[in-house]
Each structure stands twice: as C-alpha cells, then as structure tokens.
C-alpha cells in the first residue's frame, strides 16, 4: 500500500507538470519510474509471502493455505506483468502495428485487448477453483 500511495503521489504530481504519459519508456518521464516502482513492489510482496509461509509452515499445515496464497498473489501479479507487457508492446511496435490495425474495431486498444485477456485468463484462477472449492 505504501509503494501504491508513493505511485499515486508521484503519477499525479508528474501527470499536473506534464512529466506523466501513460506507456511512456522515456528517462524524462515519470511513467516509467512508476512501473519500477510498483514492479518492485510486487516482487517485495512475493518474496515476503514466502517468508511468512516458510516462517508458519507448521502451524498452518491443517488449513493448507499454500495454494490458496499463490492464487490470490498470481492473480495480482500477472494482472499487473500482463498490463506492462501490452504497454511495452505498443510501445516498441509503433505506428502501423497490428494494435494499430485493430483501433478501429477496438477504441484505447491496450486497454481492451488487457480486459479481454483478464476476463478469460486470469493465471491463478484454475488454482483459485481448486484451492478455494468454487463450482
């Protein structure tokens, strides 16, 4: 929460100056300052999972909650590597990319081809049925 508060903070301040471009790789840009940020803080919130499951192991043992931890943290991360991977797509493909080709079927489209993929793909979701006993 703390890393997310500081990317509020940090997006909106460069956002008011005109520092903030959403996809934006540049060193003078704030955008790209923000993704190592939360980047970061995905990773620090991974490892300390581990920890703290290593650290109780025995004591959680009859609740198993291994699984259940990994669904909820992939779900969360891969949301968040999947947003950065179709960013640094547009990015790098340019004008005249196949996103391009798509925008007139498809308006913002980043933004839509991300939702589309989350509503069928969510990586942890197999493990969340079996973890958590959806039907």
């Not at 955008?31 to 959680?60: K, P, R």
Request: charged share 15%.
């Amino acid at each position: 929460i703390p890393a997310s508060l500081l990317v509020m903070l940090i997006s909106l301040s460069a956002w008011q100056l005109d520092w903030y471009h959403d996809g934006s790789w540049k060193f003078s840009d704030a955008y790209m300052y923000c993704a190592i940020i939360t980047n970061c803080s995905q990773v620090w919130a991974m490892y300390c999972l581990v920890l703290f499951y290593h650290a109780l192991h025995d004591e959680l043992k009859p609740i198993r909650p291994f699984g259940k931890f990994l669904s909820v943290k992939l779900v969360v991360f891969f949301t968040y590597w999947q947003s950065l991977a179709i960013g640094i797509m547009q990015t790098v493909e340019g004008e005249g990319g196949v996103l391009d080709e798509m925008q007139d079927a498809i308006k913002g489209e980043g933004d839509a081809v991300s939702n589309f993929d989350d509503e069928f793909d969510p990586p942890g979701f197999t493990q969340h049925e079996a973890n958590f006993g959806i039907s």
